[in-house]
């Protein structure tokens, strides 16, 4: 029985040693059934499947780019409950004061209704409408569903007369200090072995009247293979009646991007028209057409995001 | 809120730990099923649970390797409990499997031909068997952490152990044999 136990260790003692990629030779001692075991036990180690490269490099991306889902979500979550905790702090705690609370507001609202439809003005409509409210009546009836998505009705803002500034909810991942005035846009590609997550860093951005905006792209190869893209133009869109005020060509060639290597393309955008003539204030859309990414004999698609800048009146 | 620098840091974290953890989660679950395919699309479904849950992993309950192991092995047995059972590999199949390779190097197809004939035998041999080996060579966990993961003594570890890899060794001699 001892010896059958010391067998036992002997296997188990050696079994351990090569796991962890030492040298083992069994003792003289040792019977030839644990012997031959230790070199079965051996084999089995060597028979081992691997994962291939392939797939190591695609489930990486694939829970890469659920961790950023993870990551917009959270970041979401934390502004909606931001945002219930400043109601629940904002409301009183008693059922009579709420009913209170609630019924005034509510009033307010049919108030807000009765004068926007006339009823408190002789002349009625909708006279003194700026630009920024016909502008986005027409966007979102006529434009794709692009821009339906990105603006929402109600989030419109009036700002001072002759201004035309929509607030629009940030793209995810977005940074939350958007519309600084006159930061540089940044779109991020980040382009995996076999898919590519974009970002917008910033959105709703604000440009100065007369001033250059540029369009930075920055592109991130974290495959492990270097990969070709073909950026096309970009088209940059007024107003619906406007339509496209301006093209930024095409890149020639397509530009190789090594793995890890950061590629900034900088598009610039004098705020003129076609013409060269400088357009006037309002909302304008950079549409990038679809970029093609090339690596081996594959080949895939990105369609980004389109980018808003909002050109603001001159100061007087 | 996170920062952007704490999540970079959970970032990180996570590929660190798919590295390191990825090719003992795949040779374990490889052990455990019959073709490279169940292996992949289970060892992504492994994956997938814990990013989904890696908020809720505690290091001070248990080390990542006890954890995703657990996840593994519970991905294992729902793979079988919806498949009602662990179809029974046969000889003549996978050596029909390894026949279709012949474009291979030699030695590329005669470490085939014993993979697939260890999965037989492996196939042979008890669940608790089949799990102790497929842990110890394939997560390649020390007795105890066996112990733990299974609820067995170390000692009962050992010695399941040393039976089962001389069940599997005289399966495969025979099989070779025969």
Redesign the interface.
Known sequence: MDKERN???E??KD??RF?NGEEVTPDEGTNE?TR??IE??R???E?????SPE??ES??S???R??TE??VA??EK?GANWLRDFMDRLMPQSPVWRTAVVTVAILMVATGVMWRTGMFTPTGGLEGETLNGRFSEETFDDESQKWNGMAVAGEQEEEEEGEAVVNIPPWPGAEDDASIFGEELQLEIEITAIEAITRLAGAGFTAPYGDEVTLTLVFTNTGSEPITIDMPQITIAGAPEIGIVYTLSAVDDPVELIPSEPLHMLFVWEQQDSTGAQVTPGVYIFNIGTITITRGDDTFEIVPPSVEVTVVEPQQ | MSTASEERGAREIFVELYEEFLPKVFRYIRYRVNSEQETEDLTSVVFEKALVNFEKYSRDKASFSTWIFSIARNTVIDHYRTQARRPALSLEKAEIEASSNELLPDDVIVKMEEREKLQVCLSRLSPEEQEIIALKFGSEMNNRQIARTMGLSESNVGTKLYRAVRKLRDSFQETDNG
């Open positions: 067998e036992e260790q296997f188990l079994v351990d796991l059934d031959s075991a079965f036990a084999k089995l180690t028979l081992r499947a691997e994962p797939f190591q489930l990486k694939k829970l890469l659920k961790l993870q990551e959270a970041r934390v």
